[in-house]
């Protein structure tokens, strides 16, 4: 039979519980990050005439450019600038 002192036997039901709830806490952290939905209400969008890059709602068609007040079709089939 394995001689087991008292102190000996806190510290290990200590670390054992330690451990586990540790395990747990990083387990459910990564499975939380993984399911976060972002929405977004604002775009990235670049100014047809000065190039400049700005946000603007997604919802809008048409927006101005906040350097040059230039309006901006908002055009999803546009291909991207090279």
Known sequence: M???LPATAVMLYLGISLTTLLSLWIFHHYQ???RKVILQA???LVCEY???AYLADIAKKVTRCPDC???NKNNPYKK???
């Open 32 to 34: 939380s990050r993984t």
């Open 2 to 4: 394995i001689e087991l």
């Open 50 to 52: 000065c190039h400049c």
């Open 69 to 71: 007040s230039s309006y």
């Open 42 to 44: 604002e775009k990235l």
């Open 80 to 82: 991207p600038l090279s």
